[in-house]
């Protein structure tokens, strides 16, 4: 029947135990541990005698690593299991940031490939760069420093200025524009800008295509 026969304080952190629930089948107490099969895996390490380790969600959010492996006494007399818990909430949460972390890392990445800018529309009124991709310096002929804080008339009048003015008034906005480039030639090109909800209502990025690349 699994009965109890000893618990240290820490497990009462998982497993609703006292003092007097020594002798009462474990499958009577209730437990934190969004763990379902959890009675069933304590039957199977008794009867596989091969040992089960999972982590697992807690009903408050938090996360166990859980070990359960068959109790011998002797070398060969199968005598019950023991149930181990790790406290892993910290863990599993430095793991999801570092996912969000690899995921944005990517999402940079895959912008470094992309005619891309980011643009901050600052107190004075003006609108600067705040971001500039590798392919947005390589087709306007600057470097990434030399974009960085460029205002928006500098590369094309007053009509990114608008684009930008219009794209955090309504969200989003598609059109054409021409560029002028650092030689003073202009190029047209297809764009798509947006406003980022989550750094601030003030911030646009800024999506440029050629217009053969959106025709057709």
């Known amino acids: 029947n699994l009965k109890i026969r000893r618990f240290t304080e820490a497990c009462k952190n998982y497993i609703n135990l006292r003092d007097l629930d020594l002798g009462r089948p474990i499958g009577e107490l209730s437990h934190v541990l969004a763990y379902p099969d959890f009675n069933d895996d304590l039957k199977m390490v008794l009867n596989s005698k091969t040992s089960i380790k999972k982590t697992v969600r807690l009903l408050d959010g938090g996360h166990s690593f859980v070990r359960i492996l068959p109790y011998r006494k002797g070398q060969s007399h199968l005598d019950g299991v023991v149930v181990v818990f790790v406290d892993t909430s910290d863990l599993v949460e430095k793991e999801a940031a570092l996912r969000r972390t690899e995921d944005w890392a990517d999402a940079v990445t895959e912008l470094l490939d992309a005619f891309v800018i980011s643009v901050k529309l600052i107190s004075d009124g003006s609108s600067r760069i ?24 500098e590369l094309g009048s007053d009509e990114l200025v608008r684009i930008v003015r219009e794209a955090l008034a309504n969200d989003a906005l598609r059109g054409t524009v021409t560029l002028t480039r650092k030689d003073r030639t202009t190029i047209n090109m297809r764009f798509r800008a947006k406003r980022n909800h989550k750094l601030g209502e003030s911030l646009t990025h800024i999506v440029f295509f050629p217009v053969s690349d959106l025709d057709g």
């Open 130 to 153: 705040c971001f500039a991709s590798k392919a947005t310096a390589q087709t306007l002929g600057y470097s990434m420093d030399e974009l960085i804080n460029m205002s928006l008339v």
